[in-house]
Nanobody
């Protein structure tokens, strides 16, 4: 059993920053891809950012590019999402996801944004950006 636990959500003013973290625990586990998705009530969950094990590939949604940065610490089985210049439209529940199966890096880039490519999901953390 693998558990993903997100932390770092909260309320912030527009233009502010937050740093989300996600730590994987449970059985011995190495996530080849870790990613962040977000969901607003009444809408589908959308991809935010993803990163491979060696951080040799990162991908961002166009809406967050140049504002958000994804990183990971494999020793801690953790992934982070630094969110800067936050906007009210960033308000959502943010989910951490992990894929254990290894695929070529080129394929990883196209897979990162797809929910069904991930094996494990966290419970989510609320991010609210006030205008």
């Amino acid at each position: 059993q693998v558990n993903l636990a997100e932390a770092g959500g909260g309320l912030v003013q527009a233009g502010g920053s937050l740093r989300l973290s996600c730590v994987a625990s449970g059985r011995t586990f190495a996530a080849y891809i870790m990613g962040w998705f977000r969901q607003v009530p009444g809408k589908e969950r959308e991809f935010v950012a993803g990163i491979t094990w060696a951080a040799d590939a990162r991908k961002y949604a166009d809406s967050v590019k140049d504002r958000f940065s994804i990183s990971r610490d494999n020793d801690k089985n953790a992934v982070y999402l630094q969110m800067n210049s936050l906007k009210p439209e960033d308000t959502a529940v943010y989910f951490c996801a992990a894929r254990e199966r290894v695929i070529p890096v080129g394929q990883a880039m196209s897979s990162m944004g797809l929910e069904y490519e991930y094996d494990y999901w966290g419970q989510g953390t609320q991010v609210t950006v006030a205008s």
